[in-house]
């Protein structure tokens, strides 16, 4: 008896996966979404935009995005580096380019209040010192692919569209860390932006993330979280968007690549950071990821118990293809549209390390309430 039990909850868990990636996958295959796919005409509407980048000791790689920003194919736009208390030289070199590029502002914190975690408080001052209502967000770290990436985003900044997410993938290296750090981007970010399509969007990323500035300013910025580290980008998102001011933009050409974490331990703490904000979700998301995770887990776990059993081997093969051939579709489809390839013949070895990351992070991310941004 107990061995049906745990059949029919694998069971279970493999259709609510099954129903879970359909939808998610027809939301990527709708026509409205092929429209938002073509890269944007180079005349745009000249409205401006205000690009903040806040920085902590990101000399490196400033001295990389720098150039790319001031190659932007638009007429009208500002950018606003945010030099959070760096003591690697960031603020020379600033002051040096700011000379040289007057499209280059610059905000220099000296410290950061106790009460306000995270980057909020740099970020806060970068949003409020722009000359724009339209804001483009992104990181240090962080290439954009074209020099149509403001255009594209800025684009689909119009009425009624507040808030404007983007996608980043991270830059393709050798080695299974990196092959799974763009697994769980490419499976998150098909989520999100699949969500955000029918309707229910729940998060974006603050490394390819647009809004107004009025309606940051509206909802009185990020008061609402001060106390948590992350959040900056996804909670706010999280709070603000809805299917009526939210769209989305994920053509190549308007996206950003970031530079990937090299060691398993830097990737730890990263997603510690990430994952931590998830309990500060609105209820509805909290409840539908959870179950999205908890049948994850529930399939490994089934699976384990029961190979051991009675059941016939066709019975439990049946179940693993039906599972992995409906993510196969879903994620094979996101790679499509996204143009971000992966080697989807690892999806088994993917799928379980997937498993181990939300039961090892997930737990220790709910726990956590001192991680720093940098």
Avoid at 264 to 281: C, D
Avoid at 331 to 360: G, H, Q, W
């Amino acid at each position: 008896m107990g061995l049906w039990i745990i059949w029919g909850i694998w069971m279970l868990a493999i259709l609510y996966l099954l129903v879970f990636f359909e939808k998610a996958r027809r939301a990527l295959t709708h026509k409205d979404y092929d429209k938002k796919n073509i890269p944007p005409p180079q005349s745009v509407p000249s409205e401006g935009v205000s690009i903040i980048v806040c920085a902590h000791n990101e000399l490196a790689n400033l001295q990389q995005l720098l150039p790319l920003l001031y190659q932007q194919n638009y007429d009208n736009y500002e950018i606003i580096v945010v030099e959070d208390c760096s003591t690697d030289g960031s603020l020379d070199f600033l002051l040096a380019e700011k000379s040289k590029n007057p499209k280059l502002r610059i905000v220099w914190l000296r410290h950061r209040p106790r009460h306000i975690r995270g980057k909020k408080y740099a970020l806060s001052l970068g949003i409020r010192a722009a000359r724009h209502d339209r804001l483009l967000l992104t990181d240090a770290d962080c290439r954009p692919l074209s020099d149509i990436w403001v255009a594209g985003m800025a684009s689909q900044l119009k009425e009624p569209h507040q808030i404007v997410l983007g996608y980043s993938p991270y830059q393709p290296e050798s080695g299974l860390l990196n092959t799974y750090i763009r697994y769980e981007t490419l499976l998150t970010g098909g989520m999100y932006l699949s969500a955000a399509l029918n309707g229910h969007p729940y998060m974006g990323v603050g490394r390819n993330l647009a809004y107004r500035k009025s309606l940051f300013m509206q909802h009185k910025g990020f008061c609402q979280h001060l106390h948590i580290t992350g959040g900056d980008d996804d909670l706010f998102v999280n709070r603000h968007a809805t299917a009526e001011n939210t769209t989305t933009v994920t053509a190549k050409s308007c996206q950003v690549y970031s530079i990937p974490k090299t060691s398993w331990r830097q990737y730890y703490r990263q997603k510690i950071r990430h994952l931590s904000v998830g309990r500060y979700y609105k209820k509805k998301d909290q409840r539908w990821l959870g179950l999205f995770s908890a049948s994850h887990f529930i399939f490994w776990i089934g699976l384990f118990g029961l190979i051991p059993g009675e059941h016939e081997p066709i019975f439990i093969i049946s179940g693993l293809m039906t599972k992995w051939f409906s993510q196969f579709l879903f994620l094979k489809t996101t790679t499509t549209k996204l143009k971000d390839p992966i080697n989807l013949a690892l999806l088994p070895i993917l799928d379980f390390l997937y498993v181990i990351y939300y039961v090892v992070l997930g737990i220790r991310a709910l726990s956590s309430n001192n991680t720093e941004w940098n």
